[in-house]
């Protein structure tokens, strides 16, 4: 999905916030758009945070900050695997 249908989604959710004067529900658009929305920017609440309407909730931080971390740990496991076999430094 290109750069500009992001920024179109986010700017149509934010506009939806201003003309109902709360956080949009997906109820609030059409199929279409909710289809087009969660494509370009994830799950709804995913959706409402990029588009600023929500605050990144913690779990969801603490999750991706987990994720980070296990990945770092393999590629530091992985790394000294290889050097052990091959003798780098």
């Given amino acids: ?12 959710m934010v506009e939806k916030a201003r003309e109902l004067g ?11 758009e909710v289809s087009d929305i969660k494509q370009a ?3 709804w609440p995913r959706a409402l945070e990029q588009a600023g ?7 969801h931080e603490e999750s991706l900050q987990r994720r980070q971390a296990r990945r770092q740990d393999k590629r530091l496991k992985r790394r000294r695997r ?7 430094s």
Wanted: glycine share 8%; with cysteine.
């Fill in 82 to 88: 290889h050097e052990s076999e091959w003798g780098d």
């Fill in 1 to 12: 999905m290109a750069r500009g249908d992001r920024e179109h989604c986010i700017a149509l």
């Fill in 53 to 59: 309407l929500k605050p990144v909730s913690l779990a």
């Fill in 22 to 32: 709360r956080m949009p529900l997906k109820r609030d658009f059409a199929p279409d």
């Fill in 41 to 43: 920017l994830g799950p």
